[in-house]
């Protein structure tokens, strides 16, 4: 028998699931014109992403941020065919030049979609937070691993031994998780207040529609609820 568990009090509390505003003021037309670029450099509207599908779009602080990268490493989990199963696309979008893309997909092993907004555009238009915001209310990722020293560190030795040495975005600019589409329809977002504060992915998964549901706790495995 499989085992049972209830991933969302384990990893969100009820105060965190309102942090999500569905729907709310969020109108994806503000945005949909918006230009991304995919590792190749190539062009193509924000728009392409949610009009056929629905999809679970994460929108990261910078390539080089601890935080993020350890998210994204945590992505790169989730089974592929969990998310074909639902019918869900998964895409992470940074605000890098795209030159950035193809070293941070192989530094975190993430095989799925991955573009950039390096004018930030998107991030602007929808309300992104540009300033980091601790509060009680609040909660610490359960994705991050490192501590705020030794992830600085880390984050400081990738921009030292990157072939380009920049900052791979802007560093106050904060991110978020929507879940969208087909259409226009916003399901579901929530703006980072911090680095910190992401969404947990098996929520987000769960709220997408995806049955399936991985335990980050302790090794990778998947749960069938």
Request: glycine share 6%; net charge neutral.
């Amino acid at each position: 028998m499989a085992e049972v568990v209830s991933p969302i009090t384990r990893q969100v509390s009820k105060e965190k699931c309102k942090a999500g505003t569905p729907n709310l003021d969020i109108n994806l037309k503000d945005v949909e014109d918006c230009l991304i670029y995919d590792r190749r450099g190539e062009s193509f509207h924000f728009k392409n992403l949610y009009q056929d599908s629905k999809s679970v779009i994460i929108f990261v602080r910078n390539f080089l941020c601890y935080s993020c990268k350890e998210y994204v490493d945590d992505l790169s989990k989730v089974p592929r065919g969990a998310l074909e199963e639902a019918g869900i696309r998964l895409v992470v979008i940074g605000q890098s030049a795209h030159q950035h893309i193809e070293p941070f997909c192989s530094l975190t092993g993430y095989s799925y979609e991955m573009y950039v907004d390096p004018k930030r555009s998107i991030y602007q238009k929808l309300g992104m937070k540009r300033d980091e915001t601790f509060t009680d209310s609040a909660l610490t990722s359960p994705h991050v691993k490192s501590g705020l020293f030794m992830g600085q560190i880390k984050s400081i030795w990738r921009a030292m031994t990157s072939p380009a040495f920049d900052f791979q975005g802007d560093l106050h600019q904060q991110g978020g998780a929507m879940i969208v589409g087909p259409g226009s329809r916003v399901h579901f977002c929530h703006f980072d207040m911090n680095r910190l504060d992401h969404m947990p992915i098996t929520w987000l998964l769960q709220l997408a529609g995806v049955q399936q549901t991985l335990d980050f706790s302790d090794e990778p495995k998947i749960i069938h609820v």
